[in-house]
């Protein structure tokens, strides 16, 4: 992709209103504009991160046996009347009426919806484990809508829901999507600790939340560093009941259920107390929806019962913003390369240099060729900007070419994360990039 | 994908509700379920093929130098206040308060947000042309939703805008979009027809809508059977502006803007009278947002000047729904090959049986090789049961494979679309649709 040709604006100055890293970030890398307050349009470089994230989380889902649906955005009011959440809700759930002054409402979670269709659906034990999921937006109507995507008010969310025959069942699924969603996060190239939580209007006795840790996270966590550790993990060493049991058996929690006399005996070289973003939820709440929405299954004795359910969130465009949050700099983001927009910038000293356009068209298609995505910046911008510019939006790998460098063949490659720079030929620019 | 470990739950009899083919087939085929009056959840079979139309939209507007981005479903009024749309919006429109009694609405159509970012990034006519797009939700308070997706609330559209200097340099645009569409519907194995249209609550002076003709679709259209002619070329071969003249004259339009005097001097043995399914719409209009909002660019000459707009919409949800209301039969959906859920199915009529389970695993890896998606009938249903599921789900390949075939090496090869059949060996069997 060519910048001159993209739709791609960044801001020099830090815009006053963002008070958070990663809204400051966002906008000034042209990722993300506001339309109104928790309402923000994602511009094309931004897309491109969501997309990535999205898709790892989709993969992962996919991998641990969820099938995948899409329910719509709006829900009638009726499936909560049931379940008996439409007067629990507060009121960040977005109420409306239809021109028939009919209840809707927009989705925050969809447990009743996809109770709903499981009923209908399915009635015997020979249809389980079923699990399902998708990714929608979801609206949460903040009172104080702030941080950019960190408390904004539409977002996009991962919701995955399982349904199980009895409670040994469901509590086994739980533990394998624990497990799973620790693959998923370390795709993203981050640690996310899996966190004993309150169930809140999901309800349930069992949950667990999962933070990344960030100097500017809104939760304060306690956590034994062993437990960071097992985020690190080797999926394929491990059984998730015995996984799931070494960390039951650490010590981490989020201010909500903190335990000051608990966490005193975890010994004091591993007492860490930090900040962290929540970017997952899960919970098992077994019957609480099926008994009142009446969703039975037959058993193998011939028996109605009603099935046993868990639900699993991980909030997708939240994980844009976490990612920022725990991956920056001074000048700029430090992308991942999973989630990266592109993999590499090609910075174009004298984009008008007729040796230099067929150097870059070469080594665009190298590049492409091994599967890289590149941007190239062929502005007509004084070298200084361009350099900040590349630094701010953060892909993994710039390239800078100009006729000096060339006469030698010669470019410069540089690694955003380390900042590490070198001159190096053409071929060992594809073969580092590459490798 | 296996069907016994897949959550694929088909009707043998026509559920009473649904009058038209498509909804009775997308619901007997397990792809939607009504959550309420125009509500659906797509399942996952359903899903698959959303989200291939929406992958040819995608592909086809990046093709047309169209950038994506992502707006939000919910939008502030306060836009709508500007662009003097607010009130005049029917009541289609879903309007909404939020907890401070703000007033939001779902967006039904988003020129009003797509104006507020291009004025806010954009000042220079070095800029332009601009083009971008979104896939996104839109929700349409229907007073009767009906008909399935046909005529449902909520729904996915792709809308596109273009951003232009001049009267001259948007008309263009249009012409090259116009095209673009022709192609795009074309992959779905569908000719649409572009007709004049009124421009309704978008506005301007030039508008066509885009048909795809089918024996039940809603609207009347008239039309040169040459439009449909022209429908099915090859772009190569054509200058936009020189294809868009010969669309231009000739007569193609709905009951809304039918003349018939006009009509009648296409000769006699030209004039079709049918019935069609709107699947796009695309309108030019010039300052029509840009004056009000405020969407000013600087000119070569240094003057400020509104940007030229156009708008473009493919109901990309509604195309599941027009493709099986175009391709289907007595036994159920015939796909286009493009969109199909899965490119073959194979049924086992002993899925019991340990030969047929090791033939029908080495197919599926051979199939999967050449890059085919295959669904396996391995339910413990009898051979009728599986023969009527998999025509009315629709796959264009079937390969039936039970163990008195294999005893001759042999299993029978099944064409959808024609219903031809044939005894073949596994060899030829992968040839045949690979080919």
Redesign the interface.
């Known amino acids: 992709m060519r910048w001159s040709a993209?739709?791609l604006?960044t801001m020099k100055d830090n815009p006053k209103d963002a008070k958070v890293v990663s809204h400051r970030l966002m906008l000034r890398a042209g990722m993300i504009?506001q339309?109104?307050?928790g309402?923000?349009?994602?511009?094309?470089l931004g897309?491109r991160v969501?997309k990535k994230i999205e898709g790892i989380v989709r993969e992962e889902q996919d991998r641990a046996g969820f099938?995948?649906?899409?329910?719509?955005?709006?829900?009638?009011a009726?499936?909560w009347y049931e379940s008996g959440r439409y007067d629990a809700y507060g009121?960040e759930m977005?109420r409306?009426k239809?021109?028939h002054e009919a209840d809707l409402l927009?989705g925050p979670t969809n447990e009743e919806?996809i109770t709903?269709?499981f009923r209908?659906?399915v009635q015997s034990y020979k249809d389980l484990p079923?699990n399902?999921y998708h990714v929608q937006?979801k609206?949460r109507?903040e009172?104080r809508p702030r941080f950019g995507l960190m408390r904004g008010?539409?977002f996009l969310m991962k919701d995955g829901y399982s349904f199980d025959i009895d409670e040994a069942a469901a509590k086994n699924m739980y533990q394998r999507v624990l497990v799973s969603y620790l693959r998923t996060f370390k795709r993203f190239g981050v640690t996310a600790i899996p966190m004993r939580a309150d169930t809140g209007p999901i309800g349930g006795d069992l949950s667990h939340e999962f933070l990344i840790q960030a100097d500017t996270g809104e939760s304060d966590i306690f956590f034994d560093t062993k437990i960071a550790d097992l985020g690190a993990f080797s999926e394929e060493d491990q059984h998730p009941a015995r996984l799931y049991d070494a960390i039951n058996n650490l010590y981490a929690r989020t201010d909500e259920t903190h335990d000051s006399q608990l966490f005193e005996q975890v010994p004091a070289e591993r007492r860490v107390i930090s900040k962290g973003i929540e970017v997952g939820h899960i919970f098992n709440f077994g019957t609480k929806y099926s008994v009142p929405m009446g969703a039975l299954v037959q058993n193998a004795n011939g028996e109605k019962v009603p099935v046993h359910m868990g639900s699993y969130g991980i909030g997708v465009s939240r994980i844009a913003a976490a990612l920022i949050e725990a991956s920056h700099d001074d000048a700029g983001i430090v992308w991942p390369e999973e989630v990266a927009p592109f993999d590499v910038g090609i910075l174009m000293l004298k984009p008008d240099d007729q040796r230099c356009k067929e150097v870059v068209n070469n080594l665009c298609s190298a590049l492409e060729d091994t599967g890289r995505t590149v941007l190239v910046d062929d502005r007509n911008e004084r070298p200084g900007a361009k350099f900040a510019d590349m630094d701010l939006i953060g892909l993994p790998w710039q390239i800078i070419i100009g006729p000096r460098g060339l006469d030698n063949d010669l470019v410069e490659l540089k690694y955003r994360k380390t900042g590490a720079k070198s001159e190096v030929s053409l071929d060992q620019v594809i073969a580092t990039i590459a490798s």
């Open positions: 993209y739709f604006k504009r339309m109104s307050a309402l923000y349009t994602w511009l094309p897309l969501l099938h995948e649906v899409l329910m719509p955005t709006i829900q009638s009726d499936l009121p977005l409306i239809d021109r927009y919806v709903d269709i209908r659906e079923l399902l937006w609206f109507d009172v008010r539409e």
